[in-house]
């Protein structure tokens, strides 16, 4: 809704109109500084088309008496469904500015340019192409009352004119193929100006870009978001030793020495590392910065991605936080790892020799919430094995792994999983919306919260007490095109009750099996393995970040691993901001996001593979001079 005017009362004033169709400008007036056209909904398009379509020329005299008696009939009832949104819409018209509307033809399949600026909120672009439910209702109602109205209408008029009757069906049959292939498009391929970087030309090019509007809702990727932006992509497909495949994405800088390995939380993708644009986003900073920069996501999206394709929802969702450490994530930098030194031999002939002494570059990893417990497990597990983990730096983001500090409702959820995981495990195998149906009420939903404030904040206030008084913007992560009705990420049973374990004991320790065979068989122990009591394998330096307004993860609980890290000699920092426990990767937050930035610049490459890689610039430019 834009100027308290909902797009289906300007689509139904349309309606009345006997007139050739037309497109309206539906910018507000928090956009004016944005040079370019935001595609309409196709859905509001095609019922343009397809009622301006139906409209003709009349001989109104002949039938207008019909049309009068019918007006009367149903009139009460249009009345009657009527009066709450009329009240609705006066409450929010009184409190905002009239629209200001130009006129100009509806071309379908007209190129469309938006130029992106670094003010473009990711967010704020992904809820404003979308309809709500509450429009959807508004419309769906509008729309029946003004087909029965037609119908009889037209009616009355094929019985009056036999002759105009059978030229208008003639009309239809003949451009029904041309009509459908018009009113059925749900994709505009625009064309998009963006500053795509290149692998060997920089220069400004333009590419095609597509907006997804099934059923009005926002399907963009992480991959849109990034190539929008004019950014390099690049998608991995990583397969796990135990069959799970995963989406390792990337922003590509090839022949860079250092690079940067980005894991999300629960409940999240690689969205959350790019959701705030060009300036709030932690993977763009990093990749200004010189980074070649990688984004994992974990398992666990309703897709249930698996070299097995027939593998069942029950199978495929069992797994725990063990799982995250020790498959997913080795899996992950591995790959990093065949990726960067392959591609360093071709980009610098030198690194050869290099690779048999080292690791040619330099691999940091940012992780937030159960990301952060994942990863430390994997460096723990690492150096336990004897295996390299190939990292040297580590910046956690309030993450999990600790858990006794919490809220009353985190305590109830505790003992509700430990009492009732034997059964409730067969029955629900993992927590995600399972219909494609839902998950677009979802999206439309989230639309309606940022159409409907009052709405909004009430959603806000009752998921901020829910999870003890995070002040986090729940609702705004919500209108994340990454809660599509296509694909959206879950959390198994396991990976709940793992956590209330860790709650329940108050040790970071992985997961228990519930009975002493079945440990043993993994671990070796009756008892799982408490990772705090490894933090001496830790040999790189950890920074560890809280937040004194996140109650989801609270900052005593970050402190506690600072504490066993200190006292076992591992090289940690400790700092908090005044951020609740999403701000970390969806606000755009300057201060944590320089502080993270800081932190990387610490780890530079070695001064000898500094020498080496400035030697062979030497090499090329002489070869060159000399040629």
Known sequence: MEHGVSSFNRFVHELSVDSEPSSMDYSSGEEEDIDGITPASPSSNCSRVSRASSFTKYERHRTGWIISILSWILFPAKFLLGIPFYIGRLSCTRGSKAPSTCHR?????????????????????????????????????????????DFFHKAAHFLLSPSEALRMSWRWFSSDKN????????????????????????????????????????????????????????????????????????????DARKAVYL???????????????????????????GYDVFLGNFRGLVSREHVNKDISSRRYWKYSINEHGTEDIPAMIEKIHEIKTSELKISQPDVKEEINEAQPYKLC?????????????????????????????????????????????????????????????????????????????????????HNYPAVGGLVQTLMSYVVGGDSSNW????????????????????????????????????????????????????????LGEYYRFIDIP???????????????????????????????SYNEFEYAHLDFTFSHREELLA????RLLLVEPDPKRQFSQKASKLKKKEQIESS
């Open 179 to 254: 009509d459908t292939e018009v009113i059925h498009r749900d994709v505009y391929d625009a064309s998009v100006h963006t500053d795509t970087l290149g692998e060997n030309d920089p220069s400004v090019s333009e590419r095609k870009s597509t907006f997804h509007h099934v059923m009005n809702t926002d399907a963009r990727t992480c991959q849109d978001v990034i190539t929008e932006l004019g950014y390099p992509y690049e998608a991995i497909r990583v397969e796990t030793s135990d069959g799970y495949v995963l989406l390792l994405e990337r922003i590509p800088r090839r």
């Open 365 to 449: 990893a940012i992780c937030h919430s159960l990301g952060g417990a994942a990863i430390l497990m994997y460096v723990i597990t690492c150096r336990i094995e004897e295996k390299p983990h190939r990292l040297s730096r580590l910046i956690l983001l309030s993450p999990a792994g600790f858990h006794d500090d919490s809220t009353l409702v985190f305590t109830v959820a505790e003992y509700l999983f430990l009492v009732s995981a034997p059964i409730l495990a067969y029955i629900v195998p993992a927590f995600y919306i399972p219909t494609k149906f839902f998950r677009m009420l979802l999206n439309k939903l989230a639309r309606d919260f």
């Open 263 to 289: 894991q999300h939380g629960i409940l999240d993708s690689s969205m959350g590392w790019v959701s705030n644009g060009v300036v709030g986003s932690p993977a763009f900073a990093a990749y200004d910065q």
């Open 105 to 149: 033809p509806l071309q379908l399949h007209s190129s469309i340019r938006r130029v992106h600026t670094t003010k473009d909120h990711v967010v704020h672009c992904a809820t404003d192409r979308r309809r709500g439910v509450i429009e959807d209702l508004h419309l769906a109602i509008e729309i029946f009352i003004e087909t029965i109205f």
């Open 475 to 530: 609702v705004g992560v919500l209108g994340l095109p990454h809660y599509n009705m296509n694909d959206m990420p879950g959390v198994s049973f396991r990976v709940a009750h793992h956590l209330a374990q860790m709650k329940h004991t108050g040790k970071f320790r992985m997961f228990d099996y519930g009975s002493v065979r079945e440990n043993m068989e993994v671990y070796s122990s009756p008892e799982p393995v408490d």
């Open 595 to 598: 502080y993270v930035m800081s």
């Open 542 to 572: 950890v920074d560890l970040v809280a937040g004194r307004k996140d109650k989801v993860i609270r900052p005593s609980m970050v402190r506690k691993h600072y504490r066993l890290m200190k006292d076992s000699g591992v090289d940690v």
